[in-house]
């Protein structure tokens, strides 16, 4: 358990030195009585973690170790806090509700949408998220224009940001709406679609499981989505805009964009396949 002076002490060091946009008083972290508090008290970062979701979180079935570049982010905020780390096994869907209920601390991942920022609040983005398309053979476009024709067939999961981009970017296509990504990606493969949009992490990891479905383009003008942490809403924001004053110095310190290069290798993803000028 970490006791006051050691907490102060980190909190003078160099790493809130690079997040000085925090611009939070020792006294009024202190005083609060919230998510902060009990986080200094207890010694424990808790968080959240979807054990078939990788490349964001991974847990073994032999072992029970967690993996993922939303793992190795976790632990190391909780090794800069002097804190253990705690991971609670939960899903996409669920994590909201682990946050509602207490169970955990933070949860990475999350995209604020306008339903969910009723109920939680969010950081700061840890990464961009850019929109792609995995385009069948043939398909020659660089731009949303290129794509932006009744006979371009798109394929996305209905009612999510995928399905926004492209209606945003290229009204005119003709927008195959299915159930999940899953069909989305099933109409690509049989050529009842010539492309699907997914962001940039995912399309990576789709085309890495199969090489031969598409080619990957990231049309312009580039759009994107965030992935962001979800904290428990409450009065006291010292917690989050602590959270959000760690991840700006981490994100300029490259070492966010570093743990995403890296943990893609559990879905096949070498660095060499990322776009030139990738970033977050």
């Not at 010694?43 to 079935?61: E, F």
């Not at 994590?95 to 339903?115: C, I, M, R, Y």
């Not at 990504?181 to 990576?204: F, I, M, N």
Request: aromatic share 8%; glycine share 8%.
């Amino acid at each position: 358990m970490m006791n006051r002076r050691r907490f102060n002490t980190f909190l003078g060091a160099g790493m809130v030195s690079a997040a000085a946009g925090l611009k939070i008083g020792m006294g009024q972290a202190f005083a609060a009585d919230g998510s902060f508090q009990r986080v200094k008290n207890s010694g424990v970062l808790r968080i959240g973690g979807v054990p078939d979701g990788a490349p964001y979180y991974k847990k073994s079935l032999t072992d029970g170790s967690w993996q993922g570049f939303y793992i190795d982010i976790c632990k190391k905020l909780a090794d800069d806090l002097r804190l253990e780390l705690s991971v609670l096994e939960t899903t996409w869907g669920n994590s909201v509700l682990d946050l509602q209920a207490d169970k955990v601390d933070v949860f990475f991942g999350l995209n604020p949408t306008p339903e969910r920022q009723k109920v939680i609040d969010f950081s700061v983005p840890v990464f961009n998220n850019a929109f792609s398309l995995v385009a069948k053979e043939g398909l020659e476009a660089t731009s949303w224009e290129d794509v932006n024709k009744p006979e371009i067939r798109i394929a996305v999961d209905a009612g999510s940001s995928h399905d926004a981009a492209v209606t945003r970017h290229a009204p005119n296509a003709t927008v195959v709406r299915l159930k999940n990504q899953s069909d989305a990606t099933a109409a690509l493969q049989s050529g009842r679609a010539d492309a699907q949009c997914l962001v940039l992490v995912l399309g990576l990891s789709l085309r890495a499981k199969n090489p031969k479905i598409g080619k990957l383009i990231i049309p312009t003008p580039a759009d994107y989505t965030t992935s962001n942490a979800g904290f428990r809403r409450e009065d006291d924001q010292s917690w989050r805009q602590f959270v959000d004053g760690w991840i700006k110095a981490n994100r300029a310190s490259g070492f966010i964009k570093d743990a995403i290069i890296r943990n893609m290798q559990l879905v096949g993803v070498k660095q060499s396949d990322f776009p030139p000028g990738f970033d977050v």
